[in-house]
């Protein structure tokens, strides 16, 4: 208690006050760091996660060159009002994969972590087009541009580069990014049983409504529909999560 009553003085000496900050960030780290050596992992273990098929991968990268993380977050955080609107609040385990990961807390659109399934493909198309067709509201830019064809000459060699940073891709994968683009793109649900075996719950099919052509929204819509679908949370063990 001594110390509480010269405080003056320890505020007023440069060197004990240096101490004092010195020994409270010590012990400040030691708080936060020491109990992660406790638990096996940080990520929660839960089933249904996977990486992204090619078309998925090639939508999300047109995602973030586009600039959508600017407005739209992918992050619901455990609040009673957040998970009424949203969802199921988001597991550190959904997004292992992503690199960089669309956690923020900026929203002038809405929370897009389970937007997967929510809206039909060619709402999806309508409102990236021209938003104001399907939210007259809505301030957000139009994208016709996405209508070109997708440039398909890179995604293997992103998908190898994402396997030097831990996504699981196989060389199967790999060699086969290009063939599973197409049919994911083109496929009908019956047909592209490669692409499910390769990458169960991916949704094929022609994503933009031109069946001529695999576009950039073929891409974009294919990975907006597999948001916040890969985990069944109706299995999820909440007391194993570790949070």
Known sequence: MSIFKHHAKLETNVFFLAVGILLTVIVGGLVEVVPLFTIESTIEKVDGVRPYSPLEQAGRDIYVREGCYNCHSQMIR???DEVERYG???LAAESKYDHPFQWSSKRTGPDLARVGGKYTNDWQVRHLINPRDVVPESIMPGYPHLKRPLDQSTIAGNMM???VVGVPYTDEQ?????????EQATSDA???????????KAKVGDFDGNPQ???????LVAYLQVLGTMVDFTTVDHTKIQR
Do not use: C, Q, T
């Open 78 to 80: 455990p609040f009673k």
């Open 190 to 200: 019956g047909a592209a049983s490669a692409v499910a075996m390769a990458y169960p």
């Open 213 to 219: 052509v695999v576009s950039e929204l073929d891409a």
């Open 161 to 163: 580069a994402l396997r």
């Open 174 to 182: 790999i060699k086969n990014a290009k063939a599973h683009l197409v």
């Open 88 to 90: 199921h609040y988001s």
